[in-house]
């Protein structure tokens, strides 16, 4: 261990001694082709040569932050570390006038790990940390070869100094990004604005608009969206500085049919029955829909009975009646929303031989 700590404590003398100091630069995703998957966004870190560490911001990344945990930093030399997520053991080489750094990254529910060496280069406004391609594919950096984007790799160009006044924004909405409808004609969501303010910035205001439309200010909005996709978007503004603007875009969907109820009722007490001798007896159905306030009905009484071979029904066509011997009535009920998502529900009466007949 004390041999470690010595060799870490060469490097860091042989590239600078200073402890804490800001660093500026920028973050960027790159596929396996080597294709700019996230564009270089803007970060501001700490290098901690004393604890051996870097920290960088957060940077959203198709939807959620990747939140880095503190870089290990690594001397000149072979290292092997574990993935803390698999226990899968990674490695990498930091050559002479280079420095290397131990990954761990958080994505939504993802941990996953790599390296970053850099190539280091000092000039008169201090140091310039430059990504190196330590796994010899071509690409600048090493690839992941654990977590949610294997063969992908992030790699952050850094310089020392201190960044200017800026603001950083994330954008989340409560339930997600994809909405079940659930008042008439689409849904209330809420819509939150997280602002990271670096450089000494002080915030003035967060300005949001959906779809175009000025919908007001504030960290958070609660904009009602009709069925369909909208653009929810905010811009973070600082009092002096940078200001920074993302946009989410939120579907909102019916996929939730009518609720149908059907039953016979007694025409006098209004009281569901399933049998009846004689007197009236009325059909009653109602359907309901989270989303839509008038869903399209159809009811349908058919008559439930059995026939055999041969047997002869009478047929009055000019009063469109057919004799029937009929046991049962049964109520079929079908309703369907503006969205196409259909329900159905049904009630049997049964028919009772009266007392008199």
């Given at each position: 261990?004390?041999?470690?700590?010595?060799?870490?404590?060469?490097?860091?003398?042989?590239?600078?001694?200073a402890?804490?100091?800001?660093?500026?630069?920028?973050?960027?995703?790159l596929?396996?082709?080597?294709?700019v998957?996230?564009p270089?966004?803007?970060?501001?870190g700490?290098?901690?040569?004393?604890?051996?560490?870097?920290?960088?911001?957060?940077?959203?990344?198709f939807?959620?932050?990747?939140?880095?945990?503190?870089?290990?930093?690594?001397?000149?030399?072979?290292?092997?570390?574990?993935?803390?997520?698999?226990?899968?053991?990674l490695?990498?080489?930091?050559?002479?006038?280079?420095?290397?750094?131990?990954?761990v990254?958080?994505w939504?529910?993802?941990?996953f790990?790599?390296?970053?060496?850099?190539d280091?280069?000092?000039?008169?406004?201090?140091?310039?940390?430059?990504?190196a391609d330590?796994?010899?594919?071509?690409?600048?950096?090493?690839?992941?070869t654990?977590?949610?984007?294997?063969?992908?790799?992030?790699?952050?160009?850094?310089?020392?100094?201190?960044?200017?006044?800026?603001?950083?924004?994330s954008?989340?909405?409560?339930?997600?990004?994809?909405?079940?409808?659930?008042?008439?004609?689409?849904?209330?969501?809420?819509?939150?604005?997280?602002v990271?303010?670096?450089?000494?910035?002080?915030?003035?205001?967060?300005?949001?608009?959906?779809?175009?439309?000025?919908?007001?200010?504030?960290?958070?909005?609660?904009p009602f969206?009709?069925?369909?996709s909208h653009?929810?978007?905010?811009?973070a503004?600082?009092?002096?500085?940078?200001?920074?603007?993302?946009?989410?875009?939120?579907?909102?969907?019916?996929?939730?049919?009518?609720?149908?109820?059907?039953a016979?009722?007694d025409?006098?007490?209004?009281?569901?029955?399933?049998?009846?001798?004689?007197?009236?007896?009325?059909?009653?159905?109602?359907?309901?829909?989270?989303?839509?306030?008038?869903?399209?009905?159809?009811?349908?009484?058919v008559?439930?009975?059995?026939?055999?071979?041969g047997?002869?029904?009478?047929?009055?066509?000019?009063?469109?009646?057919?004799r029937?011997?009929?046991?049962?009535l049964?109520?079929?009920?079908?309703?369907?929303?503006?969205?196409?998502?259909?329900?159905?529900?049904?009630?049997?009466?049964?028919?009772?031989?009266?007392?008199?007949?």
């Amino acid at each position: 261990m004390r041999s470690i700590v010595t060799a870490l404590l060469g490097l860091l003398v042989a590239v600078g001694t200073a402890a804490a100091v800001p660093l500026v630069g920028e973050m960027q995703v790159l596929d396996p082709s080597g294709r700019v998957v996230l564009p270089p966004t803007p970060v501001a870190g700490v290098l901690d040569e004393a604890a051996g560490t870097m920290t960088v911001d957060p940077v959203m990344f198709f939807g959620l932050l990747i939140t880095p945990h503190p870089f290990e930093l690594l001397g000149e030399g072979s290292h092997t570390r574990t993935d803390p997520a698999t226990g899968t053991p990674l490695t990498t080489t930091v050559g002479p006038g280079q420095l290397g750094a131990f990954m761990v990254l958080d994505w939504g529910a993802n941990t996953f790990s790599s390296f970053l060496v850099w190539d280091v280069v000092t000039h008169p406004g201090g140091r310039a940390f430059t990504p190196a391609d330590s796994d010899g594919d071509g690409i600048p950096g090493q690839a992941f070869t654990t977590g949610p984007f294997p063969g992908f790799t992030l790699i952050y160009t850094m310089q020392e100094g201190t960044p200017p006044p800026a603001a950083m924004l994330s954008l989340t909405v409560a339930g997600g990004i994809r909405q079940e409808c659930a008042e008439a004609g689409g849904n209330t969501v809420t819509a939150t604005a997280s602002v990271e303010l670096v450089g000494g910035a002080e915030l003035s205001e967060v300005q949001w608009t959906v779809d175009g439309t000025s919908a007001g200010t504030g960290t958070t909005i609660t904009p009602f969206l009709s069925l369909g996709s909208h653009t929810i978007e905010a811009t973070a503004i600082p009092v002096v500085g940078g200001s920074d603007t993302q946009h989410l875009i939120v579907t909102v969907v019916d996929t939730q049919p009518p609720v149908v109820d059907a039953a016979f009722v007694d025409h006098r007490t209004g009281e569901v029955v399933a049998e009846a001798a004689r007197g009236k007896v009325e059909v009653r159905y109602a359907a309901t829909d989270a989303c839509d306030p008038n869903p399209t009905v159809e009811a349908v009484v058919v008559p439930v009975f059995a026939v055999v071979d041969g047997q002869v029904l009478k047929v009055k066509g000019e009063h469109l009646q057919v004799r029937l011997p009929t046991s049962a009535l049964d109520l079929t009920v079908t309703a369907t929303d503006a969205a196409g998502n259909s329900a159905g529900g049904e009630a049997v009466l049964h028919l009772l031989r009266s007392p008199e007949d």
